[in-house]
């Protein structure tokens, strides 16, 4: 399967993005995905995940706002919704799929798309 992340830019701090993954080459219907991202000079971290029905979802702000992840498997495409941006949300935002039947984790990752956010 290949991911496409898009819907990054320049954002001023407060502000609101709109990212997402569109899947292609197979369904991503039974497949958890998640978001991730990497700023300047350090490690990946993650952000969100939304679980194969989307009935359950995780994010690093525990569910307060900031990051909300949904998904349309009709469409094969999963969103991830960012509110009041800080510069220090400042990364490249990549998308990643997790096939449960796989041994391994986050088997197929996007290219990444760049959030830049000013103050």
């Known amino acids: 399967v290949q991911l496409q992340a898009s819907g990054g830019g320049l954002v001023q701090a407060g502000g609101s993005l709109r990212l997402s993954c569109a899947a292609s080459?197979?369904?991503?219907?039974?497949?958890?995905v998640g978001w991730f991202r990497r700023a300047p000079g350090k490690e990946r971290e993650f952000v969100a995940a939304?679980?194969?029905?989307?009935?359950?979802?995780y994010s690093k702000d525990s569910g307060k706002g900031q990051f909300t992840i949904s998904r349309d498997n009709a469409k094969n495409t999963v969103v991830l919704q960012m509110n009041n941006l800080k510069p220090e949300d400042t990364a490249v935002y990549y998308c990643?799929?997790?096939?449960?039947?796989?041994?391994?984790?986050?088997?197929?990752w996007g290219q990444g798309t760049l959030v830049t956010v000013s103050s």
């Open positions: 939304i679980s194969r029905s989307g009935t359950i979802t």
């Open positions: 990643a799929a997790d096939n449960p039947a796989s041994v391994s984790r986050w088997d197929y």
């Open positions: 080459g197979r369904t991503i219907s039974n497949d958890h």
